[in-house]
């Protein structure tokens, strides 16, 4: 078994439904987004073309932020996932600098203290934020609580109007994952660094 | 259709990217790792008692209290030491501190004593490790091509000797620390030939690394062209390096005291800056570069 996600650009409307999706699901604070919609601007003026690039953390197999982290805070499931132990970490930042992809977000401290309407919180907020702690390094956890629960699907999987990304099992060779890989030609993001992400992107 | 891939600040844009967390600290923690390690190898062999307590003190209380200012959570470096397998943080966790217990403690012996050489051999073994493992932190990140490289090690090495000599110099010509002839008149040689081959490492640095590819090839636009440049030239290589040079070869071997504090300090301030700067060009290489969309 081994998660991961086929991500379809060409099917991608820019629209952020993900990027909110995730910071509902996960209660993230102001700046701090697992994943979100890059604008890339390609050609020149007149023939200009706007293409828009998913990115989260691609829950590497060989993960370069798993083998510099010094506490074993980062740690890998048996099913793919890339995780962080919160308890554990202590904020050297080893993997921000490590991960290729940046994707990483370090919480400074005083970070969750703050909501989306000042230091006054909102309901939601203050249930959300009990969830974070500052001073520690975070990121897109595949949604491993709605795994764990028995859903098949990511919060940004199952938000994304376009149908543009799409979860599952990479091991399965049935799985839709497995097959679009194969029928569109499913490319890692930079795989000439070793890192073989769980992520495929169509193009 | 042709992309041109710009070096982004916003954060919805796809682009280079300067890594923005690792720096004046880290720069901090890595500038008194070296300058005290060095110290405190240069001061067995001399041998002086007193170098090498203040290099056990600089590697502690200056490197060890960069690194607990910036970890976000700092009462939690001792889990630091979890993963020295895999992890060059963790292994320079354990390497300083093996290198205090050890050099403390050949300290508290007096010179005969049966365990003061072992103990000091091997603090001199753990301070080698502490002198070079933030080369081999940064080489093994592959997110950073212009960290990427086999010469980072070898320059953390260079430099921690350099700092080691300057700052015994230093503190022989402030009478804190006595020579025998043979060492009097190595040393300033010494200090000139590591200034040499410093600069030429920095120099062999630069040119590997418009060869790390197109984000290697932006940390250098940043490094020699664009803001870092002025510093760069001005105080890691002009102050740093050609000024110490030329310094040390005006005064030769029977220089003021003066003249060494101002060597020292222009020495010390090129060697933060060269890291510092080297940090702070940093750059990640763009996710979906190759995508021809
Ligand atoms: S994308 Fe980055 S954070 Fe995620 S597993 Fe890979 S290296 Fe680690
Ligand atoms: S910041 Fe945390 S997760 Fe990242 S390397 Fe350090 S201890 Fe590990």
Known sequence: MRYGMVIDLKRCVGCQACTVACKSENGNGPGIMYTKVLDQVSGEYPNVRKN?????????????????CPTGATYKREDGLVLVDHDKCMGCRACYVACPYNNRI????????????????????????????????????????????????TSCVQTCPADARIFGDLDDSESKVSRLIRSRGGRQPLCEDDTDPSIYYLD | MGISIPLVEKEFVAGFR??????????????????????FIMSVFLPSRLGMLVGLLIVLVGKGGAHFLYLGRPWRFWRGMARPQSSWIARGIWAMGLMMVAGFAALSLPVGSSLYMPLTIFAV??????AVYDGFLLTSSPAIPIWNTALMPVMCMFYSFLGGTTMVLFMTHMGFMELSEKFTAILPNLELGLLVANLLIVILFLIGSINTGSAGRESFDLLVKGPYAVPFFSLAIGVGLVFTLLMSIYAGPHASAGTVALITVADLIGHYFIFFLLLKVGVFKPVLGFLKI
């Open chain 2, 125 to 130: 073994i753990c301070a080698f490790v502490v």
């Open chain 1, 52 to 68: 828009f690039v998913p990115v989260l953390c691609n829950h590497c197999k060989n993960a370069p932020c798993q083998r510099v």
């Open chain 1, 106 to 153: 370090y919480l400074k401290r005083g970070k969750i203290k703050v909501g989306y309407y000042g230091k006054e919180m909102t309901p939601y907020e203050e249930v959300k934020y009990a969830e974070h702690q500052d001073g520690i390094v975070e990121k897109c956890k595949f949604c491993s609580h709605r795994i764990d629960e028995g859903l098949t699907e």
């Open chain 2, 18 to 39: 300067q890594q923005k967390e690792w720096a004046g600290l880290i720069a901090s923690a890595f500038f008194f790792g070296k300058v005290g390690s060095g110290l």
